[in-house]
C-alpha cells in the first residue's frame, strides 16, 4: 500500500520511521518532509495546510492511507475533505479538531462534561480580561485560544506580568489570530504527564504515558517551547492514576464529543497536572505530541498502519496494541535563540555516529549542497531506547554529544524527574 504523510517535523519523522516498519506498506510520501524523512519517504514539496494540493496529489498517486501529523491541517478540516473524495484517512474531523483549535471551546466543553480542569474564564476583549486579572490576587495561566505552536501559554506569578500577558495576546497579537480570545485560568500546582490514546469513537486504548519538558532551559526555566524533549512511560503516572484518568477524563471526554454529533476518531491526547486534588487536564491535543511521538513510537512493539487502519474502521476492539519492555527519551537539540530568532543554515555534523539503539529524527533540517544543515528552530531529536530510563538517558546524551552544529542548544536534564 501507499501512505502519504502530512508534515515535516520531528513527530513526521518518528511517524513515516515506524509506519516503514510495516509489512504492509511499498511505499511512503511526505508533504513537505525535511532532509531526514528524505531518506526513508518521497518527500513531496507540499504545505501541511494546502488542503487542495494534498488531496490532488493523493488522488493522482492512489494513495491507500493518508495521516496527517501536525494540528493545523486538522482543525481547517483535511479530514472531512479526504474523506468526502472517498480517501482513507487517520485523524479527527474538523469539528473533533477543535478540542485543541480552540482552547475555550475545549474548557467549555470540559465544564459541560465534568472533566476535571483549572477554573478559567475567557474574553475577547482586553478590558474585561484585565478586570479579571486584577480581581485575581493569585498565579495565573495566561493562554492565547488558537493555535499557537505550544508556545501561547505564558504562567504569571504576579497580577502584573498578567496583565502584561493579556496586552500581549489580545493587544500586541504576539501570536497572531491566536490571540482572538484570551483564556485565563488559575495556576494548577504539580507535575505534568502526557496521555495519548487511540480511539475509534468508542473504544479506548491508551499509549504508554510520556512526560514533555516545555521551558527552554534546564530546571523548567525560561519560555515555553514547543518542547525540548521527552521520556516514556512516566513512573509518575501509576496504575491507580490511569483508571482514574480513563474513568474521569477519556471516557468522559469520547463520549461527549459523541454526544455532540461529532464522534471522535484519531489519537486523543490529553495533557494533565497531576494535583493534590488529582489529575486536571491542562490541554487536548488532537494528534501525536512533538517530541512524545519519539519516544512513545519507539517503544511501540504493534504495527501503527493496523491501529490506524482499525480506528478508521471503527474495529479497534479487534486489535491488541504491544508495548516494548524498558523506556525510551527524546533530547531535542534547537537552534541558538530558540524559541525567538534562530539562524538557519548552519551544517550538522556527526549524524552517521549514533550508538547503538539510537535514532535521530530531524525536526528542522534541509538539504544544501550535498550536506544537512539546520532549517528551524527545534533542529534534531536524538531518541533512545534502553531496559531502563537512566540507560535511555544515558545512551540519548551519547548520541547528542557526535552532533554538532552552530550554536546547537539542548536540555541537559530531560527525564531527571522521573530519576
Not at 483549535?101 to 475567557?122: Q, R, V
Not at 544544501?368 to 545512551?395: F, H, M, S, Y
Amino acid at each position: 500500500m501507499k501512505v502519504l504523510v502530512v508534515g515535516g517535523g520531528g513527530r513526521e519523522h518518528a511517524l513515516v520511521w515506524k509506519i516503514a516498519q510495516s509489512p504492509r506498506v511499498d511505499k511512503i510520501y511526505c508533504a513537505p518532509g525535511n532532509a531526514g524523512i528524505a531518506q526513508m519517504a518521497q518527500c513531496v514539496d507540499i504545505q501541511a495546510e494546502d488542503l487542495d494540493g494534498l488531496l490532488d496529489f493523493a488522488q493522482k498517486e492512489k494513495i491507500d492511507l493518508t495521516v496527517v501529523g501536525p494540528e493545523a491541517p486538522l482543525t481547517i478540516g483535511i479530514v472531512d475533505k479526504f474523506t468526502q473524495a472517498g480517501l482513507r484517512i487517520f485523524g479527527p474531523s474538523k469539528n473533533a479538531a477543535q478540542l485543541e483549535g480552540s482552547k475555550a471551546l475545549a474548557k467549555h466543553f470540559m465544564l459541560k462534561h465534568n472533566i476535571p480542569t483549572a477554573k478559567y474564564a475567557a474574553f475577547p476583549n482586553e478590558r474585561e480580561a484585565m478586570d479579571y486579572v486584577r480581581s485575581k490576587n493569585k498565579p495565573l495561566v495566561v493562554k492565547a485560544s488558537g493555535l499557537a505552536a505550544g508556545k501561547g501559554v505564558i504562567i504569571c506569578q504576579y497580577m502584573a506580568d498578567a496583565l502584561d500577558a493579556v496586552r500581549r495576546v489580545l493587544v500586541d497579537k504576539e501570536f497572531g489570530d491566536a490571540g482572538n480570545q484570551v483564556v485565563i485560568e488559575e495556576c494548577l500546582e504539580g507535575q505534568e504527564v502526557s496521555v495519548l490514546a487511540f480511539t475509534d469513537g468508542k473504544t479506548i486504548i491508551p499509549m504508554v504515558p510520556s512526560q514533555d519538558h516545555k521551558r527552554v532551559f534546564d530546571d523548567d526555566k525560561g519560555p515555553n517551547t514547543g518542547g525540548m524533549g521527552a521520556y516514556a512511560p512516566a513512573p509518575l503516572y501509576t496504575p491507580d492514576l490511569h483508571e482514574v484518568v480513563v474513568r474521569d477524563i477519556l471516557e468522559p471526554t469520547i463520549k461527549g464529543m459523541a454526544n455532540m454529533g461529532w464522534p471522535y476518531k484519531g489519537i486523543i491526547y490529553a495533557g494533565l497536572m497531576i494535583t493534590a486534588d488529582g489529575p486536571k487536564v491542562l490541554e487536548y491535543n488532537v494528534r501525536f505530541g512533538d517530541p512524545e511521538a519519539q519516544p512513545v513510537l519507539s517503544l511501540l512493539d504493534s504495527d501503527l498502519v493496523e491501529i490506524m487502519e482499525a480506528v478508521i474502521d471503527e474495529r479497534l476492539d479487534q486489535v491488541e496494541v504491544k508495548w516494548k519492555k524498558g523506556a525510551a527519551v527524546c533530547v531535542v537539540m534547537a537552534a541558538q535563540g530558540y524559541p525567538g530568532n534562530y539562524p538557519k543554515g548552519d551544517v550538522i555534523t556527526g549524524l552517521d555516529k549514533m550508538p547503538e539503539n539510537v535514532s535521530v529524527f530531524h525536526a528542522g533540517t534541509a538539504q544544501k549542497e550535498g550536506q544537512i544543515v539546520t532549517n528551524g528552530g527545534r533542529v534534531l531529536g536524538v531518541t533512545a531506547v534502553g531496559q531502563d530510563l537512566p540507560g535511555a538517558i544515558d545512551k540519548a546524551y551519547q548520541g547528542v554529544e557526535r552532533i554538532k552544529f552552530n550554536g546547537a542548544h539542548y536540555r541537559k536534564d530531560i527525564g531527571s524527574k522521573a530519576l
